[in-house]
């Protein structure tokens, strides 16, 4: 059975930092690109950051938003991802979710979600 389950979400303050983490089973998480992904309330679900599966492993990418705020990391050894967040605003305030995805076969999974909130 696949399952990605996140974790680490909370309520923090502005300016304070928060990790997340997503343990993958059920597939081989070495072979899929990871992404975590976030939806506000009222917006669309949008990708936060990503990184790569085979061949090309280990290459991160972010949004804008993300970009020097945010690190995306992952261990295989231990089928986990993780988004390390930092300077956090209101704004990031959101649903956080992980997903599996593998190019060559175009199947992909998605968690259930770990809840931040920023706010003061």
């Known amino acids: 059975q696949v399952q990605l389950v996140e974790s680490g979400g909370g309520l923090v303050q502005p300016g304070e930092s928060l990790r997340l983490s997503c343990v993958a089973s059920?597939?081989?998480?070495?072979?899929?690109?990871m992404n975590w992904y976030r939806q506000a309330p009222g917006k669309e679900r949008e990708w936060v950051a990503g990184?790569?599966?085979?061949?090309?492993?280990?290459?991160?990418g972010y949004a804008d938003f993300a970009d020097g705020r945010f690190t995306i990391s992952r261990d295989n050894d231990k089928n986990t991802l993780y988004l390390h967040m930092s300077k956090l605003y209101p704004e990031d305030t959101a649903v956080y979710y992980c997903?599996?995805?593998?190019?060559?076969?175009?199947?992909?999974?998605w968690g259930r979600g770990t809840q931040v909130t920023v706010a003061s």
């Open positions: 997903r599996a995805y593998r190019r060559a076969t175009g199947r992909e999974y």
């Open positions: 059920g597939f081989i998480f070495s072979d899929y690109a």
């Open positions: 990184t790569t599966g085979p061949p090309t492993g280990g290459l991160t």
